[in-house]
């Protein structure tokens, strides 16, 4: 049975210097991971935040989200969403992420200017997250095929 588990977490305050290694990080790891576990999704962080979406076998997804509620580099977790599906919605990418930033023009357009990934809805949260990944797709391709290959 699939699965699909929507979270939003905050980042520590004491991350706020490494914010670009911590991503970079956590993608690599859960790049691996998630292949070898069937999962996949995409991770969004704006710098306070970040907003994650996990899509395979409910216990693999479950076990992952279980991961991340001890990972240090998220703070008050909070499960958005948690559903049966019957095909996933990000289907390329065992992980991927995107970060936002003010700087970062390419990523930063209305509507995502302003928007609370903490506070979002589930529902706005997850149009939120489609819509970037759409938005970002062959960027989102190219960084994880860049991902694959660091892991092995």
């Known amino acids: 049975m699939l699965c699909r588990l929507l979270y939003a977490s905050r980042t520590p305050q004491d991350a706020a210097a490494p914010r670009a290694e911590t991503m970079e990080d956590i993608l690599?790891?859960?790049a691996?991971?998630?292949?070898?576990?069937?999962?996949?999704?995409v991770l969004l962080a704006d710098g306070n935040s970040f907003a994650q979406v996990l899509e395979g076998p409910a216990l693999a997804v479950v076990a992952?989200?279980?991961?991340?509620?001890v990972?240090?580099?998220?703070?008050?977790?909070?499960?958005r969403f948690l559903a049966s599906i019957d095909a996933r919605s990000f289907p390329r990418w065992s992980m991927c992420g995107l970060s936002l930033s003010?700087?970062?023009?390419?990523?930063?357009?209305p509507p995502d200017i302003a928007f609370d990934l903490y506070a979002a809805d589930a529902g706005a949260l997850l149009q939120h997250l489609s819509g970037i990944s759409l938005r970002h797709a062959r960027r989102l391709d190219t960084l994880h095929e860049r991902l694959l290959a660091s892991a092995c």
Do not use: F, K, M, W
């Not at 992952?64 to 509620?69: A, D, K, Q």
């Not at 990972?71 to 499960?79: I, S, Y």
């Open 71 to 79: 990972d240090p580099r998220h703070q008050d977790a909070r499960l």
């Open 102 to 109: 003010q700087l970062d023009d390419s990523l930063l357009q």
């Open 32 to 41: 691996r991971c998630n292949r070898r576990d069937a999962i996949t999704g």
């Open 64 to 69: 992952c989200y279980e991961r991340i509620l």
């Open 28 to 30: 690599v790891v859960s």
